[in-house]
């Protein structure tokens, strides 16, 4: 049985057919505000319920719960604070319990009813969230620009953002409809932002030994320069799976999210999210969702001790290498050998050796899926 949606209920919030041609007229009516993308990508999160259980951005009293308890106001465990930040200037054009629309460029997005407007403090949030305040944190630095007002209130989805990746999109209602088929009873997460390596399989074989089933859920959107592209990291997956994977054991989809590097809370997130999509279990490496110096290597997973309540289970993985002494892929556990013989899956090495154009060690990455990465012109983000 796949896990159950966090709070119970998948929500959706699509609005469709006559009632959506309806509404498309009344927008035109209505206050407007404008949304950048990635606040654009919460809201169709939100209306295809990978963040069930909101069913819209966060008002007051869940913002604050979440910032000092990572809870919903109802108890439920949340970390990562879901908002809506509008300017002054365009506050004063609503009021709380107005229907207002919401605009992605020139595309009416959704509609939302207003149900609190509230100022809040941007160094606490990010004390609190990022564990830190300094702005040369990424997520930290994001919050730093948001405007100094926030708005929460349930949202109706109208149209869907332009999607180049649809044909890898599968929303939680299909994924649960697509477990139960294949009859997985469990279900693995494995959330990515890199081509796979060989340790990232040892991981994901790993799990396959007792879990029924794989989904690979690759990040797709705004990657920094050096990063690997969206269809490589894409293309890379399909040879991975084609030559070593049985086909009936692993799904590969995107979701559409920005990183927030919020470390060990956006673990917690991560998790809830694929739970969302009907896994029981996730994978927690090394440093997960971290950046720089910020958080501990295994923080990431420690945190998951404060939510037994969770409703996922988290894998947790140390750092698998190569050993010339062990002539395999092992890792601290297991390894008693000196670093001397050591081969690390290193990003920066991997990098290096595709830049160059030459395949790295197949101890490091599969052939195959070395030759798919090296058949891209410009594999990187420039």
């Not at 506050?91 to 992605?104: K, M, Q, R, V």
């Not at 030559?243 to 470390?263: D, H, Q, T, W």
Request: net charge neutral.
């Amino acid at each position: 049985m796949v896990a159950r949606p966090h709070g119970g209920r998948l929500v959706n919030k699509v609005v469709k057919d006559s009632r959506r041609e309806r509404m498309l007229r009344e927008v035109e009516e209505l206050p407007r505000i404008h949304i950048d993308r990635n606040t654009a990508v919460d809201l169709e999160n939100i209306a295809h319920g990978i963040y069930s259980p909101l069913i819209g951005f966060m008002t007051r009293e869940d913002f604050e719960s979440v910032l000092d308890f990572m809870r919903l106001s109802n108890d439920l465990p949340w970390t990562m604070p879901i908002v809506l930040d509008v300017s002054r200037e365009d506050a004063e054009s609503f009021d709380e319990g107005d229907l207002i629309a919401i605009y992605a460029g020139e595309t009416p997005l959704a509609t939302m009813v207003v149900e609190d407007i509230y100022a809040y403090d941007k160094k606490e949030y990010a004390r609190k969230v990022f564990k830190t305040d300094d702005p040369r944190h990424p997520g930290v630095a994001k919050v730093y620009n948001k405007e100094d007002l926030l708005i929460g209130g349930p949202v109706e989805l109208l149209n869907q953002l332009p999607n180049e990746y649809e044909r890898y999109t599968l929303r939680p209602i299909e994924t649960r409809v697509l477990f139960r088929e294949r009859g997985w009873r469990t279900v693995v997460g494995f959330q990515t932002r890199n081509a796979p390596h060989i340790g990232h399989e040892y991981i994901q074989k790993t799990s396959l030994a007792f879990i029924d089933g794989l989904f690979i859920n690759p990040v797709i959107g705004r990657k920094k320069p050096g990063d690997f592209r969206d269809d490589v990291i894409l293309k890379a997956y399909e040879t991975l799976i084609a030559n070593y994977y049985p086909k009936k054991s692993v799904v590969l989809s995107i979701v559409r999210y920005e990183m927030k590097y919020a470390g060990p809370r956006e673990a917690i997130h991560h998790a809830i999210m694929r739970k969302n999509f009907g896994c029981t279990h996730f994978i927690v490496g090394r440093d997960h969702a971290g950046v720089g110096n910020y958080y501990g290597p295994y923080e990431a997973q420690e945190i998951f001790n404060e939510f037994p309540d969770l409703g996922i289970t988290p894998l947790f993985f140390r750092e698998f290498f190569y050993c010339r002494k062990c002539n395999g892929i092992v890792h601290e556990k297991i390894c008693p050998h000196k670093e001397d013989v050591r081969l690390r899956f290193s990003g920066t090495m991997i990098r290096r050796y595709i830049m160059e154009g030459k395949a790295p060690p197949k101890e490091v990455i599969r052939p195959e899926v070395a030759e798919t990465i090296l058949s891209f012109e410009k594999p990187f983000v420039e």
